[in-house]
């Protein structure tokens, strides 16, 4: 193996200057966002109240295909990209499979995942607006710790709510947020009406994604001169995460190689959309044949087992209605610890594309996720976060089929983050403590019929 490159990296000149914008190349662009009250699709002056104006315009920009990344927001991807791609030799060897696989390494970056690409530029566009406070929501922890330190950077006041089974589950992660300045509390709080109806219905409810969302939204829009910044789910955060995919286009292209497969994980979509809509683009401009996997949790399985709906992205239904694959916004996803997956819809590009058949998506169990991880570990030196293990678990079963049929195939995947400040999931899967969560069609179908009239 000593001939043989296992890292590919970038100059700091190659760093991409645009993000890509795949609303443009596609050919049913996806349905528009709906005013809740009016039931009118949303101009985006409707969200300057919430957003940064810039951040507006991207979220409905369907005709540009390319969108300048401001030259402050390239000095900042300058501390950690490009990140390396990786053959992984070793995942390889282990799998005994003929399949090349490589990784985006993601979890390179100052707070430890792909979520810095999109809260650098979130931050500096609040900043260019004359905002001096952001709020925002977290699971597992680790967009919060990319906007504490982004809004650090920028000079912002950050108030973060963090879902209260991840702030329990991870006290590691709370600590680097307040390490970089934030405030953070747990979610649902006695702080906003919305946590305050939430734990008056349920005292003991542990949050969601889509709870802590109704929290940061309450406060931005209650506070003056405050913004609501967002991780996953909405358009121009995926905008942000395709720096990831346009640099591992280049970096295949050193590798001699081309993905057949494009796998991530799947929470709301900026990790899977940032690393598979560079090479999108390629199948839908140009008919390449490349299949996209999101891989998600089967606690939480909106792809697979969710309908395409208008629907709320928070519980409180303070945001637009959204058409995505949902599984009702009233949906309280099991306590897993990959917290950054626990999100009851899918981004409303994910959900188009999935509807027109451009990519798939597969259930991953939380046992064989944490069994993924561990060998990743072992074979490539680097624990993943929870959520990454979807990822690396929908690798492994390619490979394997890959392995059967005596297919060499190419696979690319995206590992969005290290595991380094989750290691009390492990030491729970280790001792026999994770298990499985088994959803029934009922419980699915019960929190849509609550929805079905949106």
């Not at 390494?105 to 690409?117: D, F, I, Q, R, T």
């Not at 049929?405 to 999931?425: C, P, T, W, Y």
């Amino acid at each position: 193996m000593s001939n043989k490159q296992k890292r590919f990296f970038l100059s700091e000149d190659e760093i991409p200057q645009y993000w890509y914008n795949i609303q443009a190349d596609m050919k049913n662009k996806p349905m528009p966002p709906l005013n809740p009250k009016t039931k009118e699709p949303l101009k985006p002056e409707d969200l300057f109240p919430v957003f940064a104006q810039e951040l507006c315009r991207q979220e409905l920009n369907q005709t540009d295909a390319w969108i300048e990344i401001p030259e402050p927001v390239r000095e900042m991807y300058k501390y950690y990209r490009s990140t390396p791609l990786v053959r992984a030799y070793g995942l390889e060897k282990a799998l005994d499979t003929p399949a090349h696989i490589y990784f985006k390494n993601e979890s390179v970056s100052p707070v430890g995942s792909h979520k810095l690409n999109s809260a650098l530029a979130q931050a500096y566009y609040c900043k260019e607006e004359g905002v001096t406070n952001v709020t925002t929501e977290t699971g597992a922890g680790q967009w919060g710790a990319a906007l504490s330190y982004a809004a650090k950077v920028f000079g912002l006041e950050a108030a973060v709510y963090q879902v209260k089974i991840s702030y329990n589950q991870k006290p590691y992660r709370r600590s680097i947020m307040q390490t970089f300045g934030a405030q953070v509390t747990p979610s649902p709080s006695m702080s906003t009406r919305a946590g305050k109806d939430i734990l008056t219905k349920y005292p003991n409810y542990q949050g969601s994604l889509g709870t802590a969302i109704s929290e940061a939204i309450e406060l931005a829009m209650t506070t003056p001169n405050c913004k609501y910044t967002l991780g996953s789910v909405l358009s121009h955060v995926t905008l942000h995460q395709t720096v990831i995919g346009l640099e591992a286009e280049k970096q295949m292209a050193m590798a001699g190689e081309y993905p057949d497969i494009v796998i991530g994980c799947f929470g709301g979509g900026s990790n899977f959309g940032g690393v598979s809509f560079p090479f999108m683009r390629h199948t839908i401009l140009e008919g390449k044949q490349t299949r996209y996997i999101a891989a998600e949790p089967a606690s939480c399985p909106k792809l697979t087992r969710g309908k395409f709906l208008y629907d709320f992205g928070d519980e409180a239904g303070y945001t637009p209605l959204l058409p995505m694959f949902t599984l009702g916004h009233n949906f309280a996803p099991a306590n897993i610890h990959a917290g950054g997956l626990r999100y009851h819809g899918a981004g409303v590009i994910v959900s188009q594309l999935l509807k027109d058949k451009l990519m798939e998506a597969v259930d991953i169990q939380q046992l064989e996720s944490f069994q993924a991880g561990c060998l990743f570990a072992q074979a490539e030196g680097i624990i993943p976060a929870p959520e990454s293990c979807h990822a690396i678990a929908a690798t492994i079963r390619e490979a394997q089929k890959c392995k059967e049929a005596g297919e060499g195939k190419v696979i690319l995947f995206n590992l969005s983050g290290h595991g380094l400040i989750d290691m009390a999931s492990y030491d729970q899967y280790l001792a026999g403590n994770l298990v499985n969560y088994e959803l029934t069609d009922a419980d699915i179908q019960k929190n849509l019929d609550e929805i079905q009239n949106l």
